[in-house]
């Protein structure tokens, strides 16, 4: 294999680099322009606002996970912290008749979210890894049972809610309509999108990289980790509670489940299943995750066991999440050779709904007949209806699960040998990544 | 004591146990600035963990470690790093991830004084740049800027460990077996290498090879058992009679 492709390849392809770069930036503006046009309903506008949100706080704890090798399981303290300050801060600001606009709000939580870091995070960023991550569900624990006590801030198990429209109006904006808060929340999505975007092309953010992959050897080209890891904890953060504030201005609303370790398993979530590995990885997650959680929460009432499932999913056959599983086509795409891979999916897809379908038949019976003693024991399901009570259901269930999984079995083998060709191929034609 | 400059390393009757293990076992050392020093010497006779005392990987149990006249035991790796000292690995250490471009470039990012910056433009940076792409040119990676490190060949991740380690320009050079597994054409190519980047700096080796030892060499210095027992030119080392006996006639058997 010579190196020779590569070289020449260089020189045009960087132009090219630089045009996707931003044609991909204005893409993004633009789908934030059209979005509310397509989908105008009060629904939608709210859906795409919590997308923002999502976006925001996933690629924040990315800065941690993905970037400098941290797993937190406590960072929606900066979240909730960040939100719990911008319900403050609306009061304060709407009962003093401070000349301060509704949307400098979010910079105030993303300070919160800095401080407190910057307060909390010195200890926990001396060690990576285990001693990290169980310092971080320490503190997380430590935060959510201070919020239960100190009630004056936090207002115990109900919040502290605010009114957003009663702050100083610029432009006569009241941000009372959904419509409004939606283009906020854009206007700072897309401020924190490019923010934590340039970060990772700074000299910190390549440090970032290198205590993430090897926090011995920083040592002995002049770094403190210890530092480094400080720093990107710091900016996780600010960013944090940036999303925090966002989504407090959404609801109104702050109260203890903001700080709570589901939250932060929001977080970790969308990043994994979206990819760690990418920037844009946390992105393509917080948009499914928000998505999948709207709509399954409406399917069934066991939503959280497939979001579950999903994850474990990810973890075990997908470890690079779907940015990371995109990714890996990319040889195969510049090399011309998707065709016969694209065919082995096609053909992989029937029996692996098959399977699915039968799953998840099989858990809503189970749930049926477990949990919902209330419920109708007649189901409705991909345009069926099933008594739960029936053996028949279960023999249906059962008989989907083994036959879809045989033969997706057979299929998924068949991909991977389909994708290993193609991959040689595209290694011959010098094609790496 | 020396009125005149103090040697570039200097260690001062050092210990270090693991456990009630003494390794390192009262060793003392001086290497001169500008020299190249070798240090040769059995396996597990305690090379590398005099390496890991200098650098500060490990603090010494007892004894002083000094750079350029000022004590530097127990300082963290990073501080001594700062002031002057780099080292590479015996077992290769790179930043596996990261394109053998990213792992030069931040190789040198302190030493340029770019340090935690978050406001500048990692790629719009002329000097770094222009130091990266001149520091591959000289490890012979150019080609293979922008592939991860951890599908580079052995011979390439040694060239690599001795980039990253003599990039950020630091004035002592500490390296611990670099043509380890190396074949012979290699070898004289990483011996070359070597000679043109430590060019004016302080070296000091850890090599096995004893061709390369002699060749390369201004004096060498033998470590057996945790303490130094002979330190030299290689003429008196060739023909010291306690090194004989206790090392060079082992290989020559
Ligand atoms: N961190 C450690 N803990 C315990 N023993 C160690 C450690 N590092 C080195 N040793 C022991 O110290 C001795 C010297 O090791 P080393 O310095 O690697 O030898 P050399 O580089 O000369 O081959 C060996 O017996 C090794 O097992
Ligand atoms: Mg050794």
Redesign the pocket.
Known sequence: MSSTPFALAAAPSRRRDALQFYGAWLAVIAVMLILPRAFSSGGALTTFSLMGISVIFALSYNILLGQTGMLSFGHAVYYGLGGFLAVHAMNAIGAAKWPVPLPVVPLIGGLAGLVFALILGWVSTRRSGTAFAMISLGVAELVASSALILRSFFGGEAGVTANRTKLFKLFGLSFGPQIQIYYLVAAWTLIALIAMYALTRTPFGRMCNAVRDNPERVQFVGYDPHIVRYIAFAFAGLFAGIAGALSAINFEIANSAYLGTQQSGVALFAAYIGGIGVFIGPVIGAILVTYLSLVLSDLSSVWQLYFGLIFIAVVAFAPGGIAGLLLRHRPLLRAGQMWPVLRAYVVAAPPTAVMLAGLVLGIEIVVRHTVGTSDDPVMHLFGYSLDTGSPLSWAIAALLTLVGFTLARLTWKHVARAFDDAMTVARAKGYLA | MTPSAPPAIALDDVR?S??R?E??RGLNLSVAAGERHAII????????????LISGY?APTSGEVRLDGQVISGLPPFQINRRGLSRSF?VTNVFAHMSVWENVRCALLWTTGHRYAFWKNVDRLPDVRERTAMILEDIGLAARAEVPAGLLTYAEQRALEIGITTAGGAKVILL??PTAGMSHAETERAVALIRRLTEGRTLLI?EHDMSVVFGLADRISV?VY?QIIASGTPDQIRNDARVQEAYLGVEAA
């Not at chain 2, 396996?43 to 590398?48: E, R, T």
């Open positions: 270090k693991f456990g293990l390794i390192i010497g059995p396996n597990g006779a305690g090379k590398s963990t005099t390496f890991n490990m015996q611990d077996e850890v470590l945790g």
